[in-house]
């Protein structure tokens, strides 16, 4: 059965060493979108920085990925993007999910962490009326 998740969440990304992140649920995007101050490629692996003065709970956490790949993303305005992508575990009702996030500098948006359809599908069902339901049942 689906749980019902609301537009906005706090989830932990526990392998990444970042928790109580914001995120946003877009059911417009179909790839999930994660903050990332700086990507370094190099002996093929990817040395990725999440770090951001915007986003709380962004401090300055370096993670080495020994696999990736690389995802064409267009964006709202139509436009396409060639963006790194990582797989990684979120955590949704005390649970651990598998996850595929592209990396992206999201400073000037309000959410570091954009939840897509590949990983909502079959999961999850969005409430727009309702927020931070997984984080609210962590607290209970």
Do not use: W
């Not at 267009?74 to 396409?80: A, P, T, V």
């Not at 005390?94 to 990983?119: A, C, E, H, W």
């Amino acid at each position: 059965m689906k749980k019902i998740v609301g537009r906005v969440d706090i989830v932990d990304f526990p392998k990444l060493g970042l928790y109580n992140i914001d995120v946003k649920m877009d059911t417009g995007a179909y790839t999930s979108a994660i903050h990332c101050s700086e990507i370094i490629e190099e002996d093929h692996k990817l040395r990725c920085i999440f770090n951001s003065g915007a986003h709380k709970n962004f401090g300055k956490t370096e993670i080495v990925f020994d696999v990736f790949s690389r995802t064409d993303v267009k964006s709202s305005n139509g436009y396409k993007e060639n963006r790194y992508k990582v797989k990684s575990e979120v955590i949704f009702f005390g649970k651990t999910y598998k996850i595929n996030l592209t990396l992206s500098t999201r400073d000037d948006m309000k959410f570091p962490v954009l939840i897509g359809r590949q990983f909502l599908k079959q999961k999850f069902i969005v409430d727009v009326d309702l927020e931070n339901v997984s984080y609210i049942t962590r607290k209970a």
